[in-house]
């Protein structure tokens, strides 16, 4: 799906949207909501990165432990041989 009117926002239309920001929330609140957005991006990547680290250990618990079950049964297939 194309967006076809982003490509029409000029300078004109951004002062006036940043006109009306700063008509509604007041230019002492601005940088008090870009600092909340900022900090909910970081907690947001900081998350997404534990999440990640959290699954590669998972993987590389149960690739390990699947890794020594098979040498076990291996040892055992032999010594029934």
């Known amino acids: 799906m194309k967006l076809a009117f982003i490509g029409?926002?000029?300078?004109?239309?951004l002062l006036i949207v940043l006109a009306i920001v700063v008509i509604v929330f007041g230019g002492k609140k601005i940088p008090e909501l870009g600092e909340s957005i900022g900090k909910g991006i970081r907690n947001f990547k900081k998350s997404m990165n534990t999440d990640a680290d959290e699954t590669k250990q998972?993987?590389?618990d149960n690739g390990t432990s699947n890794d020594a079950q098979t040498s076990n049964?291996?040892?055992e297939g032999n010594k029934v041989l």
């Open 8 to 13: 029409n926002i000029g300078p004109t239309e």
């Open 58 to 60: 998972v993987a590389q």
């Open 73 to 75: 049964k291996s040892a």
